[in-house]
């Protein structure tokens, strides 16, 4: 069965850090973008960051740009999001999520798994 499981979050203050991972089972992990995306109370779930198979390609929102960084593994299977100068408005839900389509995606649409949680925090 496929699975998709994050991990790390939690609450921190105002410019602090955290990681958040992921860890993708029960389907073919090398062949799938990977991305980051996160939901508040309220608001749609919007895209983060995200990365192709091959890690050669990256995405970041906007509002993300130099202070959050992407990666993964393929050997483990993992994803990672390395998030830096935290704000207030990073503050949401976050979902780990793999797209198996033929090209590099960032579109929410194209993403076929999804993984629930971690919860990020940030307080002033």
């Known amino acids: 069965a496929v699975d998709v499981v994050g991990s790390g979050g939690g609450q921190v203050q105002t410019g602090g850090s955290l990681k958040l991972s992921c860890v993708g089972s029960g389907f073919r992990y090398r062949g799938h973008s990977m991305g980051w995306y996160r939901q508040s109370p309220g608001k749609e779930r919007e895209v983060v960051s995200c990365?192709?198979?091959?890690?050669?390609?990256?995405f970041y929102t906007d509002s993300v740009k130099g202070r959050f960084t992407i990666s993964r593994d393929n050997a483990k299977n993992t994803l990672d999001l390395q998030m830096n100068h935290l704000k207030p408005e990073d503050t949401a839900m976050y979902f780990c999520?793999?797209?198996?389509?033929?090209?590099?995606?960032?579109?929410?649409?194209?993403?076929?798994?999804w993984g629930q949680g971690p919860q990020v925090t940030v307080s002033n």
């Open positions: 990365i192709s198979w091959s890690g050669t390609s990256t």
């Open positions: 999520a793999a797209a198996g389509g033929t090209g590099f995606t960032s579109t929410l649409e194209e993403y076929d798994y």
